[in-house]
């Protein structure tokens, strides 16, 4: 499933390739992908003979802004927007084409289907289900330490399952959290009430950090997308735990285990990322000067 780097990759490029083109015609072939008109052939009429004027996004959803209308489309698994010539030869699973007044066509092709499309009013979007349900974006200026702290801060809520939960913050997945925990040191089975200030502090900078190398590193595939098949690649960050159960820790050499938390495959290195420890009380650290409880492990 596509995390906030993936759909952001996806929007930079597809944003490149359809900006300033006008729908002249939409093509739903699976009604029930539409969400919003609840009437498929109500939501091509409206989107016809529409410019597209940019490419936003919101967590993991896409925004596509034209004149008067905003689309939202979710990914899901396996969804996926291209951009052909009319008369390219089709692809299997093609669901929805955008046909425009130029004389290509954006399909959007989803094999799993599970993806939606809800059209809104022009930033209507913004103020109504699904987006309205959205946390922080975690990449925005408005993501601060503080901000984070009072999602976590005490909370018994095990801290994966809080950080995957796109109401909290909007845009991390599976892959992501597992690599910002490891990257901060912090068992995925911690309850956010019992982390100190300084692993705040940490899990904090490691969420924004490995998000924005891989929004650096999936960038760096847009050349190829816009000469290729018209997909975007998977970033090329290196990961650390995710999917490495078996091999070694890359910074301690321990053996990456694989456990389910919360219902999803979690992935870390017992000795970096300890279970809770005895004797941690909240608060205590915050009060401590330069002494701020990191063990040099
Ligand atoms: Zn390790």
Same mark, same amino acid.
């Given at each position: 499933m596509p995390e906030l780097p993936e759909v952001e990759t996806v929007r930079r490029t597809l944003e490149q /390739? &359809?900006? @300033?083109?006008?729908? =002249?015609e939409v093509e739903v072939r699976l009604p029930r992908l539409i969400r919003r008109p609840d009437d498929a052939a109500l939501f091509a009429s409206l989107l016809e003979g529409s410019t597209i004027r940019g490419v936003g996004r919101r967590g993991k959803y896409l925004r596509i802004l034209l004149d008067g209308w905003t689309l939202v489309s979710h990914l899901r698994m396996e969804g996926r927007y291209g951009l052909y010539r009319t008369g390219d030869p089709e692809e299997k699973h093609t669901h929805v084409i955008f046909r425009f007044t130029d004389g290509t066509e954006m399909r959007y092709r989803d094999v799993r289907q599970f993806g939606t499309m809800h059209l809104f009013e022009r930033d209507r979007d913004l103020e109504e289900p699904p987006l309205n349900q959205l946390g922080l974006e975690p990449l925005d200026p408005a993501f601060t330490l503080q901000a984070f702290r009072g999602l976590v801060a005490r909370r018994p809520t095990r801290i994966k399952p809080l950080l995957l939960d796109q109401r909290h913050i909007a845009g991390l997945g599976n892959i992501y959290v597992d690599e910002a /925990?490891? =990257?901060? @040191?912090?068992?995925?089975? =911690?309850?956010a009430a019992s982390l100190r200030a300084a692993e705040l502090a940490r899990l904090h900078e490691a969420? &924004?950090? &490995?998000l924005s190398e891989a929004v650096e590193a999936g960038g760096s595939s847009v050349k190829s997308y816009m000469n290729g098949q018209g997909e975007a690649g998977l970033f090329q960050l290196r990961l650390m735990a995710y999917g490495r159960d078996g091999e070694p820790c890359l910074r301690c050499g321990t053996t990456i285990v694989k456990t389910v938390v919360g219902g999803r495959g979690t992935h870390f290195c017992p000795v970096c990322q300890k279970p809770k420890r005895r004797g941690t009380r909240v608060g205590r650290s915050r009060t401590g000067k330069g002494e701020s409880g990191i063990s040099p492990a």
């Open positions: /390739l &359809v900006t @300033g083109k006008t729908i =002249r /925990l490891h =990257r901060a @040191g912090i068992h995925p089975e =911690r309850s969420i &924004v950090a &490995v």
